[in-house]
């Protein structure tokens, strides 16, 4: 059946309901868990003279966005842990999250992709989009959202 699958994460508790979701469904399986973090590389700070960042200093402020993402990463792992499932982590960034995710996956040989999805509908989802939508949309591998 399924013999890798990928989960990205975002820290979010949405976004962890569907690690917990991966990493029973790895666990039922016998299938390896690859946990995969993607950041917009428009995220990290950029020092403006005279502005608050510049007295924070540039390297303090990497330093506290990748020990937040260590601890998103890490709290992913905790949940695999509980399933009995042993993860392995990956992190990029990407402007496209939905391009890195496929990307990612076919990379890795991932045959299954478990994301979670607030299922929007209507004009909202429209407006907003999704990165689970998009993923659905441009993947040939299989997906399953989870609300």
């Not at 960042?53 to 990463?73: F, M, T, W």
Request: glycine share 6%; aromatic share 2%; charged share 20%.
């Amino acid at each position: 059946m399924y013999r890798k699958i990928l989960v990205p994460t975002n820290g979010s508790a949405l976004s962890n309901r569907g690690v917990a979701e991966a990493a029973r469904l790895a666990q039922a399986l016998g299938a390896e868990l690859l946990v995969l973090h993607v950041r917009s590389p428009l995220l990290e700070p950029h020092h403006v003279e005279g502005g608050a960042l510049s007295d924070l200093g540039e390297e303090r402020i990497g330093a506290e966005i990748e020990d937040e993402e260590r601890k998103l990463l890490e709290t992913a792992m905790e949940i695999a842990a509980s399933s009995g499932v042993q993860a392995q982590t990956a992190f990029v960034a990407d402007l496209a999250p939905y391009e890195a995710i496929i990307r990612v996956s076919r990379e890795q040989h991932c045959d299954l992709i478990v994301m979670a999805s607030h299922a929007r509908r209507g004009v909202p989802a429209f407006l907003i989009g999704s990165d689970t939508q998009k993923v659905l949309t441009h993947t040939a591998t299989p997906v399953l959202v989870v609300h």
